[in-house]
């Protein structure tokens, strides 16, 4: 009796908790404008400059690592190894970025752009593949800065010996408190954003400034610098070539573009722009990007130089003290501890907001592609679930790299670079068909800088590839599953019938309602005539019963929900046919059904013949292109739908 007595609290609090999991937050796009927004919200928004500091925590925090990983990389050609990173980013990346907004300016990035040019199923198969990329930019995104954020906190003097070999833990802390922040409820905050930019990028300068006058007054560190780069590469012709097989190493610091063109719903249009030519919205993308690459470029040049001269080489080895924080080392060196702390706390709230941003990133990036595809359980369209999900991934990323940040920078680097390259490739693709051939031979040239790059990285560091392949098998897998899980629902988002089709229905209603399932094949007199001859003799039908005949044309069998046009004709002088075109032909006969019955309050029959061959192979026929065994699918879809046998409409086999 107590533990009857018990249960309904205990149902109760599973039920609360329960709805409070799958409630989920407001969707980032009801805060976005997004591509069926009115008219009247293409306008309103951000100006360009605050939103760049949205994504600039994202880029600049990069600083915080960025100049380490390249001295560990480059050695004493750290400084030229990134101006060749400069003017790929200046002359590469930009470009490429500035026209994915023009191109795509909804926040749908590159992969909307290659969605585009590719259909079935390998366009889908494509698309999952960059998500899982994309994914792995974000995740890494997330335990990348957060490692760095915690290696600032070990190698504060202050904390140093009570934080000893506190990395993981505190890293694995940084990640759950992120995780908290989204369960309890987030929304991206510019005004944030803008403090902790200009705070961070203020420190900065003041750290760059300082280390430019020791550089100054200190001349012999230049020569010692330009006396080690001629010893060890000899000319100037050798340490370029160095540098650029040295470059891939340093693609951390392109992070940050497809963040850009993400956040680009936040960015105020003009007073006239419309979501089908959002012109000023564009424009301050435009800036936006520009504006984050020159000064992301100047920091990283000077950076990488005075880091270079003025930090001991054994200093940015794993263990050092200038390791994932070269920076913040010059900080607490020539500023004093009092400054290095205060640096530290800034780059330590930057690079746990830029782990906010990846978060944010992948709950608004996923929701875009997997719903439509059909691709994404229930419960993923809540955000707390999906929040769990990524931050146990997260969790066990940190645990396999033991949140080392070197450990990191390749899988990092892989997402960044194999999203930077498929834009690459689709503004190639675009500017082709635009027959614009300056254009289409200066982003193939670009295409080929940034997959050598991104080739060299991988064979250099496979550890991006081979965690992006988890989350490609991991996404497609689900995906897959899910797909097969809904299956059986109605997937159709409405149904328009035609004047014609509508006086069909309308006639019919005054009898009984029969329709006949058909498979349009040479469509002439002969074809109709048996097969109405054959229904009647199959379910044992008077002559004088009326029918009119429902036709499915398969359209992208890959699609997953669309809405349902329905086309009226008369064949041969005597024949009333209903055309559809769908993904689907069950769903569709379903959804006809149910219109029918809703709109004229009877109850419609259908008549289907069976199909012969293997009910599996049927079911793969239906899962894979929309065909197969129509007619139990067809029931099924009807008895998912609709629960209640006496309002279901009837289906018959003969």
Same mark, same amino acid.
Not at 24 to 39: E, I, Q, T, V
């Given at each position: 009796?107590a ?5 309904p609290?205990?149902a ?19 805060h ?6 009115g008219?009247?919200?293409a306008?309103r ?6 939103v760049m ?11 915080g690592y960025q100049p380490g990983?390249?001295?560990?990389a480059?050695g004493a ?9 400069v003017?790929?980013?200046?002359a590469?990346a930009l470009?490429?970025y ?11 990035g ?12 390998q366009?889908?198969?494509?698309v999952?593949?960059l998500l899982g ?18 290696t600032?906190?070990v190698?504060?003097?202050h904390? %140093? ?12 802390i940084l990640?759950?408190?992120l ?12 005004? #944030? ?12 300068? #003041?750290v760059v #400034? ?5 550089v100054?007054?200190?001349?012999h ?19 370029v070539?160095?540098?650029l ?9 392109l992070?940050?573009?497809e ?9 105020e ?6 979501e ?8 301050g993308?435009?800036k ?22 003025l930090?001991p080489?054994?200093a940015?080895?794993?263990g050092g003290?200038a ?13 004093g501890?009092?400054?290095g ?8 709230a930057i ?7 990846a978060?944010?990133g992948?709950l608004n ?12 359980p ?10 769990l999900v ?8 940190t ?8 450990a990191?920078g390749?899988?990092?680097?892989t ?8 834009a690459?490739i689709? #503004? %190639?693709?675009?500017?082709r068909?635009?027959?614009e ?25 496979p ?8 989350f ?11 797909r097969?899980?809904?299956a059986?629902?109605l997937?159709?988002?409405?149904v ?5 089709a509508?006086r ?6 005054h009898?009984?309602i029969?329709?006949?399932?058909n498979?349009?094949d ?9 097969k109405?001859?054959q229904i009647r003799?199959?379910?044992d039908l ?8 429902v036709?499915v044309t398969?359209?992208?069998p890959?699609?997953f929900?669309?809405?349902?046009r ?10 009333r046919v209903?055309a559809?075109?769908?993904?689907t032909i ?7 059904l149910l ?6 309050g ?6 289907f013949e069976?199909t012969?061959g293997n ?5 793969l026929?239906?899962?894979l ?8 699918v %067809?029931?099924?879809?009807l008895r998912?739908a ?6 279901r409409?009837r289906v018959?086999v003969?």
């Amino acid at each position: 009796m107590a533990a009857s007595a018990g249960s309904p609290p205990r149902a109760a609090a599973r039920h609360r908790l329960r709805a409070w999991m799958l409630e989920g937050l407001a969707d980032m796009a009801k805060h976005h404008p997004g591509p069926h927004a009115g008219a009247q919200s293409a306008h309103r928004g951000q100006r360009w400059w605050r939103v760049m500091c949205l994504t600039g925590v994202d880029y600049f925090s990069t600083l915080g690592y960025q100049p380490g990983i390249a001295a560990l990389a480059a050695g004493a050609l750290s400084p030229v190894a990134t101006l060749v990173l400069v003017l790929v980013t200046l002359a590469g990346a930009l470009p490429v970025y500035r026209r994915v907004a023009r191109e795509s300016p909804h926040g749908q990035g590159s992969i909307a752009m290659l969605e585009r040019l590719l259909s079935f199923w390998q366009g889908k198969l494509f698309v999952l593949t960059l998500l899982g990329f994309a994914a792995t930019d974000f995740l890494i995104t997330i335990t990348l800065s957060a490692a760095d954020a915690a290696t600032h906190l070990v190698e504060n003097p202050h904390l %140093t010996s009570a934080l000893h070999n506190g990395q993981l833990v505190i890293t694995l802390i940084l990640i759950a408190l992120l995780g908290a922040v989204f369960l309890k409820g987030f929304l991206e905050a510019i005004g #944030v954003a803008i403090v902790l930019v200009g705070l961070y990028l203020g420190l900065n300068v #003041v750290v760059v #400034v300082a280390g430019v006058w020791h550089v100054a007054t200190a001349p012999h560190v230049v020569t010692d610098w330009s006396h080690a780069l001629t010893t060890e590469h000899g000319s100037a012709l050798a340490m370029v070539g160095v540098a650029l097989l040295v470059f891939p190493k340093l693609a951390l610091g392109l992070s940050g573009f497809e963040t850009g063109v993400a956040v680009m719903p936040h960015i105020e249009g003009d007073p006239d722009d419309t979501e089908e030519r959002p012109t000023g919205r564009i424009r301050g993308a435009k800036k936006l990007l520009t504006t984050a690459a020159v000064i992301m470029s100047v920091f990283l040049i000077i950076t990488s130089f005075i880091t270079t001269l003025l930090i001991p080489e054994p200093a940015f080895r794993p263990g050092g003290p200038a390791n994932g924080r070269a920076l913040a080392y010059l900080a607490h060196e020539y500023l004093g501890s009092a400054f290095g702390t205060v640096y530290d706390v800034s780059t330590i709230a930057i690079l746990w907001f830029a782990g906010a941003s990846a978060m944010a990133g992948l709950l608004n990036l996923m929701p875009q592609y997997l719903p439509r595809y059909g691709m994404a359980p229930h419960w993923a369209r809540a955000v707390r679930p999906m929040v769990l999900v990524f931050i146990l991934v997260a969790f066990l990323v940190t645990w396999l790299f033991d949140a080392d940040v070197d450990a990191q920078g390749g899988a990092y680097a892989t997402g960044v670079l194999v999203l930077i390259s498929s834009a690459a490739i689709a #503004v %190639t693709i675009t500017a082709r068909r635009a027959r614009e051939r300056g254009w289409t031979i200066g982003f193939a040239v670009i295409s080929v800088v940034f997959l050598y790059t991104t080739v060299a990285n991988v064979v250099e560091r496979p550890d991006g590839v081979k965690i992006g392949a988890c989350f490609i098998a991991g996404i497609i897998l689900l995906s897959f599953l899910s797909r097969l899980a809904r299956a059986f629902e109605l997937r159709v988002t409405s149904v328009v019938l035609d004047e014609k089709a509508e006086r069909f229905i309308r006639d019919a209603a005054h009898r009984k309602i029969r329709f006949i399932a058909n498979e349009p094949d040479q469509r002439d007199l002969t074809e109709y005539r048996d097969k109405l001859q054959q229904i009647r003799t199959d379910n044992d039908l008077p002559v004088d019963d009326d029918f009119i005949f429902v036709e499915v044309t398969v359209g992208d069998p890959s699609e997953f929900e669309s809405e349902l046009r329905v086309r009226g004709e008369v064949m041969h002088g005597r024949f009333r046919v209903l055309a559809l075109e769908s993904s689907t032909i069950s769903n569709a006969l379903a959804a006809l059904l149910l219109h029918v019955r809703d709109a004229t309050g009877a109850r419609p029959h259908i008549y289907f013949e069976w199909t012969e061959g293997n009910p599996f192979a049927q079911f793969l026929r239906f899962f894979l292109f929309g065909q197969g065994e129509v007619a139990p699918v %067809t029931r099924e879809v009807l008895r998912e739908a609709e629960p209640d046998r006496d309002r279901r409409p009837r289906v018959h086999v003969g």
